[in-house]
């Protein structure tokens, strides 16, 4: 996969995972049962797993962490699997902060790449499965789990044929989560999505795709890309909605100009893209959506 | 030569020949099949010499003693025949019928007992002992039932008061420990695992006294014979101090483990939660947070003025109330299906609505529009957080099942130990593996047993102790470790050995009732016996 492929594979799985493009690196939750109690981040690194460990020692390692310092008074009773954490509202409320530190967005999405996307991908080419779609595939069982339980039936690859490979494989997995326990079940939207790129053949995961209701285009994949330090990020209308701090700032600056946003709320929608474009028409500025000239225009 | 009463017998000739003036050998001397008494004169010319009465017995110490152990071996199939006719089997491993051992078992440990094989041994001896002599004085001498030997009682006092003062010290201190799952040979030599001294003792005494008594008794010929050889009273002196010995060390040893019952919770196998067990922890997915946001943010938006705002206020409750309603698998599949078509209508309805406003250029017609263009673009984004809530909730809940299906198996287990004198300080194995302290849940500050009951005589025992193992603790070797143990089904076996080395081990399966049926046995042995060194399951 090239790197545009792999941003468009990791879309699709945040969408699986968080029904947005971009995942939820905040996101905190206490798996039920035994198996991984704290989970967290963007691909739900868990306290069980130790994976939880390995993320918040990469993130602490950082000399620009913002949370580091906070965090790293846990790290021992994360490294002893202190069942307790799944409790300890004070650090779940620091996980939440932290993961809006666009360092630990990168240190997940490199520490997510790390345990799930190059091992997926090493685990496609040595089956001989080249394709974006069909490594989107691999890389998604190994995100959600269970690869290896299904690839070991499945076989190998015969006659180099690994488009075949991938359509049974596809097909094979939504039976397996058909018969799983609930709510995997409920899951099998995943293979629903493959299976439509299968059937209109787009292995090589050209834009605009749709996974699970969200499209997924050139544009929304480059609003997904976090901006340099210190920069605003471009706003344009997507779907779901682009929504953040910044798009809250935008319209209360709106709000002071007396631009009838009502309450801001943090969410770029159609109206409020049309008082952005209502405003650059006053203000003599040709940008798509907010660029620096607006915001520059706003005095943000 | 008169040949006795019985002259019918008299044959016509006996050959004599005379072998020296002192000796003279005589053949074809006849002599009835029963033998008999037998008066012999031998004349010179017409001079006889005085009647010699010699007795004449029929069998000889072999023929009697094969038939006093044909008795002996009778009167002693009598029991095995008893045990070996009982409808009900007494299994403690798969496939080993123990029914006929019953009689040399310790019920309540499951092992060979040295008290009762010595008691078995002596009274065996005695019995064929005393049939040699019945047979001896009644059938070749013709004499009268024989009174009952004064040697016998020593005997069975000292092996029946062996057999009892074990069992009272058992009763008072606790049985030894049970060892080995199926009885052994090596249970009479040993205690819980561990060689006895005492118990080689008094087990090389009891084989020697057995088999010297039995010697002694057949060293005298069944025409001779008129009482059992007495035991020379040091020799039942020693014998005595042999037993005194071996209920001493009984005495003076720690009572061992003995494992009842041993229960896994969950009791499936890892694969079989993972794919549909019946024990598995099984979450629906916690949609009442977002529920409870998504009406919370509805209920605080402002009223629509025109329809395409009102359209997309109604999409969110619909949304809302739709998740709410979802119970089942199919529910929630239908819900997911439904939050993207619910969604589209907001998001377009929001659309609709921005265009209405921008199409109108009358500011007081304008700004309800603005409203309602804000207020559908709101409650369009409140639909896509709540959709993607939605699907969060859905993916927590799936990692769950998922892990343990694909990842690591992540099943937390507890181990219950039914049993008595269990100690929490012993060695714990399963499969001859060691289970190892740092692979058990922190109690009271410690990796260790819990003590549920102690042992009421000896409080630092256990009656029933658990073991909790939660692999999400584990290292990564004691997790493949766990693994071995629970992955898949079949037959398993548990141990623990107490401090002084005895140990007890226990088998039991995954999914319990797999390597072993319940065990039942005769009236007496189900009430003890029957429980003990069954796996079952909670």
Redo the contacts between chains.
């Keep these: 996969m090239n790197e545009q492929q792999q941003n468009i594979a990791r879309a699709i799985v945040n969408?699986?995972?968080?029904?947005?493009i971009r995942g939820?690196y905040s996101?905190v939750?206490v798996?039920?049962?035994?198996?991984?109690?704290l989970?967290y981040g963007r691909s739900?690194s868990?306290?069980?797993?130790g994976s939880l460990l390995g993320l918040l020692e990469a993130y602490c390692a950082q000399p620009d962490a913002a949370c580091a310092a906070d965090i790293k008074p846990f790290l021992e009773s994360v490294r002893?699997?202190d069942?307790a954490l799944d409790t300890n509202e004070a650090f779940k409320k620091l996980l939440k902060v932290a993961g809006a530190d666009p360092v630990m967005q990168a240190t997940q999405d490199k520490y997510f790449d790390d345990h799930y996307l190059a091992p997926a991908c090493r685990a496609s080419e040595a089956l001989g499965i080249t394709d974006a779609l069909g490594q989107t595939v691999v890389y998604d069982?190994h995100v959600?789990?269970?690869?290896?339980?299904?690839q070991s039936r499945m076989g190998p690859v015969i006659g180099g044929d690994s488009r075949r490979w991938i359509t049974s494989y596809v097909q094979t997995r939504a039976d397996w989560l058909q018969?799983?326990?609930?709510?995997?079940?409920?899951?099998?939207?995943r293979m629903d999505t493959f299976e439509a790129l299968i059937k209109s053949d787009n292995w090589d995961l050209k834009l605009p795709l749709t996974a699970?209701?969200v499209q997924i285009t050139e544009t929304a994949l480059r609003a997904a890309t976090p901006p340099a330090a210190g920069a605003h990020r471009t706003l344009i209308l997507l779907?779901?909605?682009m929504?953040g701090e910044d798009v809250r700032a935008l319209q209360t600056a709106f709000a002071d100009k007396g631009l009838?946003?009502?309450k801001p709320?943090g969410?770029y929608?159609?109206?409020?893209?049309?008082l952005v474009k209502e405003w650059q028409q006053v203000h003599g500025i040709d940008e798509t959506g907010v660029g620096p000239l607006t915001w520059k225009s706003l005095g943000l | 030569m008169d040949l006795g009463s019985d002259q019918k017998a008299v044959p016509r000739t006996i050959v004599a020949q005379a072998v020296s003036s002192q000796e003279l050998r005589l053949c074809r001397i006849p002599i009835r099949w029963n033998g008999g008494e037998l008066l012999l004169r031998v004349g010179i010319g017409d001079r006889p010499s005085e009647e010699q009465r010699f007795l004449v017995y029929s069998r000889g110490t072999g023929s009697v003693a094969l038939f006093s152990l044909i008795i002996a071996a009778l009167l002693a199939s009598v029991p095995l025949w008893l045990l070996n006719s009982l409808t009900r089997s007494y299994t403690i491993s798969a496939g080993n019928e123990l029914k006929k051992r019953l009689l040399f078992l310790d019920a309540e440990t499951d092992t060979y007992s040295l008290s009762k094989l010595q008691f078995y041994l002596w009274t065996m001896a005695a019995l064929f002992s005393y049939a040699y002599l019945f047979i001896s004085r009644v059938f070749v001498q013709g004499q009268a039932w024989p009174d009952v030997p004064g040697s016998l009682p020593g005997i069975i006092a000292v092996s029946a008061g062996t057999s009892v003062g074990a069992q009272i010290i058992t009763t008072a201190k606790g049985s030894k420990g049970s060892g080995a799952t199926d009885p052994h040979l090596s249970d009479f030599i040993t205690s819980g695992g561990v060689v006895a001294p005492e118990r080689v003792q008094m087990l090389v005494w009891t084989l020697f006294g057995v088999t010297a008594f039995m010697v002694a008794a057949i060293g005298k010929a069944p025409g001779v014979i008129s009482d059992l050889p007495p035991i020379p009273d040091n020799l039942l002196y020693l014998m005595g101090l042999s037993s005194l010995g071996y209920l001493g060390g009984k005495m003076a040893r720690k009572a061992g483990p003995v494992l009842n019952e041993i229960s896994i919770d969950p009791g499936d196998p890892d694969d079989v939660i993972a794919l549909g067990g019946t024990t598995a922890v099984v979450e629906p997915p916690d949609l009442r947070p977002a529920i409870n946001e998504a009406r919370a943010a509805q209920a605080s938006l402002d009223k629509p003025n025109f329809q395409h705002a009102a359209d997309a206020v109604a999409a969110l409750k619909n949304a809302a109330d739709s998740a709410a309603a979802a119970r089942t698998t199919a529910d929630l599949n239908a819900l997911i299906q439904k939050l993207i078509t619910l969604r589209g209508t907001a998001e377009k309805n929001a659309s609709e609505a921005t265009l209405a406003y921008s199409l109108e250029h009358e500011p007081d017609k304008q700004r309800p529009l603005a409203a309602d263009a804000r207020l559908a673009e709101n409650a369009a984004a409140l639909l896509q957080d709540f959709s993607s809530a939605v699907t969060r909730a859905l993916a927590v809940a799936a990692a769950s099942p998922m892990l343990a299906v694909g990842g690591p198996r992540l099943i937390k287990r507890v181990i219950t130990l039914r049993g008595t004198n269990l100690s929490p300080e012993g060695l714990l194995s399963i499969d001859n593996e060691e289970l190892p302290f740092r692979m058990l849940v922190i109690i009271e500050g410690k990796q260790q047993p819990d003590v549920a009951v102690p042992e009421p005589s000896a409080p630092t025992f256990a009656r029933l102790m658990k073991l909790t193992i939660d692999p999400v603790r584990l290292g990564d070797s004691d997790r493949v470790q766990l693994f071995k143990w629970f992955a898949t089904t079949g037959p398993h076996s548990f141990s623990l050995t107490n401090p002084d080395g005895q140990k007890a081990e226990l088998p039991f399966s995954l999914p319990p009732g797999i390597a072993q049926k319940p065990t039942t046995a005769n009236a007496d042995a189900s009430k003890k016996a029957a429980p003990s060194k069954q796996a079952a399951a909670v």
Excluded: C, M
């Design positions: 969408v699986f995972e968080t029904g947005r939820n996101a939750a798996l039920k049962g035994d198996s991984g109690h989970s739900q868990t306290l069980g797993s002893q699997k069942i069982s959600q789990g269970g690869w290896s339980k299904l018969h799983l326990k609930e709510p995997l079940p409920s899951t099998v939207y699970h209701g779907t779901p909605y929504q009838p946003i009502g709320d969410f929608g159609p109206f409020t893209a049309q």
